[in-house]
């Protein structure tokens, strides 16, 4: 996507994710709630509504009109009576500032840049809310009706026509203003005696086909990919029922079908589940939501009608849910490595509903356009999804689902249905999840979670633009979130983002370099020339490796993570830099609040908590924040030499988005880390990250000489042994040997042996992937006696066993993980 004009009040992105049911939320701040949609209505959509004799379009126009306002509620009853409460409100106070001018139709709203139209959209939208739903103390009101009209009439005739030349955000023109005019038309033509007028809507309509034109869904490449086509679609499939179009109608579901299928690079849903947008960026949180939604929207408009979506490559869609989307949700947040550059907005400047977009908002998002697309799932899918969301709503404790602010009341009575249904709440699941195209990883063990993201000639370092993100330089170099079962919801939620030093991102190895705001370019642009990122993983325990080169910066390192079963071993080696500055790797930075005080305890020793000073250790073999959970440094280096430092930090989310708030807030980090020196060579780290251990696990595991071998960390191998868990795992970041695993070139292996019981013996499964994604075949051998090979994968060729396993595989272009079973002798 080419760069965007900064908006200084209202980012497009908030619009990407609304209905006509969040149209108060869009009016009342700039990039209104990016998931404050509404849910489909009660009934499912079906062949009924086709019945002989029927006016198609009206009834279209019925199930759109009961998607944006919703069915089903108590108007009277919480939380819809206070919504609705405020819609009439936020709709009253529009309707008595409207003031149009040749530029304008509020003083606030000009038509430069063209956010300021889609703003007016907005409230315009609002008003139409007011006037057609019940409880808002303007249901039914001529008069607030008659001004809607006029206001769009005013758009119409000022700046929203064919004979204006587009300027500024396409965004605005051929997605935010034409789905909110559409949405106002659908509700006034179905509520409104006369609805708009047939001379008013037909003007309008003209004004779409000539900002959106076929053109808009003919091609799939640039601006018309993923999430934006599926707006894109909507904005036309509307057009054609409020316009009476057939052809409208099924240019728009023929033009869905190219999002359907997987992709192998570039916008789209992944094999693996990735999902991106902007080419090079990891988006299954916002953009992810927005796809979902608008298919959701779509499918139930469309469902037994003329123009039902049919095509079968659908399904891919429905199977995102479990496979690309719902593994990055953690009880009710979307983490932040795939929310792009939306993570860094926070409370937005001109929102008057001072509504925070958080990780929490994001997955609340994700979790209302689930319960949409739901509607048109098998009753399987349709079950499960809805066992996964209860379980969401009842384990968010930091933001509850059912109250959220940003949801309209559809979705509120779509959720709390959920919610008061009798199928089960599904717990967070166990296992390892690897999103290769998309550079991240998700490992769930009981009791915890992480994230990891990180960046390649793939996938982008950062994403900023439209003043976005600017700060965002290291959240793609090797940065580890976790959060232990429980607590830490908030711990990337509370003012993290603007108050966390950005130099010091946990897991992170960064120069410490000053960079620029935006450094690098915007939209993804930035990305280290780096081939080898990825891993491979059995399902439960992974390897994972990135051959970091760092932003605008001579660093260059081999990080590797080997997720297991109560900790990540964390291991860094070949850290250069020449840029005159010191090198870091950041053990962690743990955010503890506005005035947190969580004891350290190193080695044994509670740690002062004094502020602003920083504490050289010069062997430290584990240590433990209370709450939250610890670290070990293996003995085998002669534990590690580690800085400390407990400080308050203060910012404001403007100073890393320009459309955000600027009020400061001060948050208190505890901050461990690595001091490689200045112009480090071939400097390295080991450490167990151990989420939620307490003082005794981390002082025993320390004390184990026996618990982990560190088979090689250097700049050419990193690898362990667990032989308590069966495992041995190796990152070869060229040709080599590590312990009893050998590799022919660069690659990632994992060797697991399990016992069985009688006579099938002991067993292995050995796991490899080719994360430089050349397509070279590989050799892989493991220097360990099998008696017989069980099974194995079509592009695995066993080459000899016996004393030895040898095999050989074709790895291809993507970084699949490929696997062989064998009974040990």
Known sequence: MPPEAALPAWSRRGFLATSTASALALALGPDAPAAARTAAPDRAADGADAAEGADAYALLRRRWCELALGTGYDPA???????????????????????????????????????????????????????????????????????????????????????????????????????????????????????????????????????????????????????????????????GVLGRAPDRI????????????????????????????????????TYGAVLLDGLGRLFTLLRGSAWEVTDPKRQIIFDSVEHAFAPLLHDGLMMDSVNGRAASRGYLRGDQRHILRSDHFHGHALIAAIALLAEGASAAERDRWHAMIKGWTARDRTLPVLTDRQYAVADLARLGRIAASAVPAAPEPVGHRLFPAMDRAVHRRPGWTAGLAMASDRITYYENGNGENRHGWHTGAGMLYWWPADRGGDQYTDAY????????????????????????????????????????????????????????????????????????????????????????????????????????????????????????????????????????????????????????????????NSTSATEPRTRRYLTLWYDHGTDPTDAGYAYLLMPGATERTLADRAADRCWLTLLANDAGRQAVAVDSLGLTAANFWRAGRAGPLASSGPASVLVRERPRGGRAGRRAVLCAAAPERTGDTLEITWSRPVRAVLRHDPSVEVLTVGDALRLRIAPGTACTTHTCEVRLG
Request: hydrophobic share 40%; glycine share 12%; net charge neutral.
């Open 77 to 239: 009853a919480a939380p819809y009576a206070a919504a609705l409460e405020e819609t009439g409100t936020s709709a009253a106070g529009f309707r008595s500032r409207m003031r149009p001018e040749a530029g304008s139709l509020w003083p606030d709203c000009p038509y430069d840049p063209p956010a300021g139209i889609t703003r007016s959209y907005g409230r315009l939208a609002t008003m139409a809310l007011a006037y057609a739903q019940p409880g808002t103390g303007h249901t039914g009101a001529p008069a607030l009706a008659a001004d809607t009209v006029a206001g769009l009439d005013h758009l119409d005739r000022t700046v929203y026509h064919p004979a204006t030349t587009r300027y500024g955000n396409w965004w605005e023109w051929q997605i935010g203003s034409p789905r909110l005019l559409l949405d106002s038309l659908a509700i006034l033509d179905e509520h409104r005696p006369g609805g708009a007028g047939d001379a008013l809507r037909a003007r309008c309509l003209a004004a779409v086909d000539h900002f959106v034109p076929d053109s808009a869904l003919g091609a799939y490449t640039g601006t018309s990919t993923g999430a934006n086509r599926v707006d894109l679609c909507r904005v036309v499939a509307l057009r």
């Open 250 to 285: 099924a240019l728009a579901r023929d033009a869905l079908s190219p999002v359907f299928p997987y992709v192998t690079e570039g916008d789209g849903l992944h094999a693996d589940g990735s999902f991106i947008q902007h080419t090079w960026v990891a988006y299954s949180g």
């Open 497 to 656: 983002w603007p108050t966390v030093d950005p130099y010091r991102l946990p897991g992170t190895t960064v120069s410490t370099k000053r960079l620029a705001d935006n450094e690098g370019g915007g939209w993804g642009e930035p990305k280290p020339a780096a081939r080898w990122v990825g891993g491979t993983t059995d399902g439960e325990f992974a390897a994972i490796g990135q051959d970091l080169r760092g932003l605008a910066s001579t660093l260059t390192a081999k990080k590797s993570w080997f997720a297991l079963a109560d900790c990540v071993v964390c291991l860094g080696a070949g850290i250069t830099s020449r840029d005159g500055v010191p090198a870091e790797t950041v053990v962690d930075n743990r955010a503890l609040g506005e005035s947190g005080t969580a004891a350290l305890t190193v080695d044994g020793v509670r740690r002062p908590a004094a502020l602003g000073r920083t504490i050289a250790f010069r062997r430290v073999h584990w240590a433990h924040l209370a709450g939250h959970g610890g670290w070990v440094f293996p003995r085998s280096p002669g534990g590690a030499p580690l800085r400390v430092r407990r400080e308050d930090r203060t910012g404001s989310w403007h100073d890393i």
